[in-house]
């Protein structure tokens, strides 16, 4: 079982940074890739970056490229996504999951509560 905390969120203006962190406890960190997704209000919850085991691979969705970046840290069990260059319609409720990667694919098996970032224009 791993219990996941996210923390970061908050209002910004359009073309302003946030750095958001999800903390791990439970099972071991390492052993698992992690991801976020976001949902915005009346929209289905969609996948915005992963990041393998070590650190080394990582995924995004193509609108996300150049501006949002995955990191994590293995020794403090935190993953973390930094936003450059929000925009309004990057308002959402923001999850951190671990799971695993499959064919390029992240498919998370644990989520988090989630954390609002809302961008005003």
């Known amino acids: 079982q791993v219990q996941l905390f996210e923390s970061g969120g908050g209002l910004v203006q359009a073309g302003g940074s946030l750095n958001l962190a999800c903390a791990a406890s439970?099972?071991?960190?390492?052993?698992?890739?992690m991801g976020w997704f976001r949902q915005a209000p009346g929209k289905e919850r969609e996948f915005v970056a992963a990041i393998n085991l070590n650190g080394a691979g990582a995924l995004y969705a193509d609108s996300m490229k150049g501006r949002f970046t995955i990191s994590r840290d293995n020794a403090k069990d935190t993953v973390y996504l930094q936003m450059n260059s929000l925009k309004p319609e990057d308002t959402a409720v923001y999850y951190c999951?671990?799971?695993?990667?499959?064919?390029?694919?992240?498919?998370?098996?644990?989520w988090g509560n989630g954390t609002l970032v809302t961008v005003s224009s």
């Open positions: 999951g671990a799971g695993r990667v499959q064919f390029k694919k992240f498919l998370a098996d644990y």
């Open positions: 439970g099972r071991t960190f390492s052993s698992a890739a």
